[in-house]
């Protein structure tokens, strides 16, 4: 069993849908991170939470410490989201462990 | 936040060649890291490069096949040694900058294919 999981690995939604993507960890963690990876490889660095919730523009992250479980948001979605989303467990250190990643198409 | 640029952003390289790999970050940063990414996988972390010490290398990664140079607080080398294409993967440099917080940010990544 993988220390970081995510879920769905695929998703497809219709322009305008509420998408919903979730990261279980099974590890101790000092941050959670989302990121974003467009096709050409480069990642962007979403949100970094230690607890609650954080919102950016569309996108809205989530976690909850005691089910050591995070959700990651997005509403209105557009085609230019289309990426893959991948959730990283930060534990000792700067260490971090990666989920599988979601990859998100969203249709026009 | 910590503005990262990769030379070269892809290449398509020879099985036995050797390719290195840049990695520049626009402030002073204390941490960084290579990562791989290989086809329909998730991130591996190869190393933490120290700047004026030897990288220290995660399990199943060696010096000799991937060598790391961190002359300063705002560059890095890694080379791909001995090319084949299991070694075919998407290369990616990352900094810890604390801004407040410590936060990661992410190169744009350098897309290998050995052929």
């Known amino acids: 069993k993988n220390e970081v999981e995510q879920s769905p690995q695929n998703l497809t939604a219709q322009e305008g849908e509420f998408i919903t993507i979730n990261c279980s960890y099974s590890?101790?963690?000092?941050?959670l991170h989302w990121l974003q990876q467009h096709p050409g490889g480069g990642i962007v660095s979403l949100f970094m939470?230690?607890?609650g919730k954080k919102k950016h523009g569309r996108l809205i992250a989530t976690i909850n410490i005691q089910e050591k479980h995070s959700s990651l948001h997005i509403t209105a979605s557009h085609p230019r989201d289309s990426a893959v989303y991948i959730c990283?467990?930060?534990?000792?250190?700067?260490?971090?462990?990666f989920g599988e990643g979601t990859q998100l198409t969203v249709n026009p | 936040s910590a503005v990262i640029s990769q030379k070269p952003s892809r290449d398509i390289c020879q099985r036995g060649t050797s390719l290195t790999i840049q990695c520049q970050v626009d402030s002073q940063v204390t941490m960084m890291f290579w990562y791989r990414q290989q086809p329909g996988q998730s991130l591996t972390l190869i190393a933490t490069a120290n700047q004026g010490s030897e990288a220290t290398y995660e399990s199943g990664f060696v010096i000799d096949k991937f060598p790391i140079s961190r002359p300063n607080l705002t560059f890095s080398t890694l080379t791909v040694s001995n090319m084949s294409p299991e070694d075919s993967s998407i290369y990616l440099c990352?900094?810890?900058?604390?801004?407040?917080?410590?936060?990661?940010?992410f190169g744009p990544g350098t897309r290998l294919t050995v052929t």
């Open positions: 590890v101790g963690i000092s941050a």
């Open positions: 990352s900094v810890e900058a604390r801004t407040g917080a410590y936060e990661q940010y």
């Open positions: 939470l230690s607890s």
């Open positions: 990283a467990a930060q534990t000792s250190g700067s260490r971090l462990t």
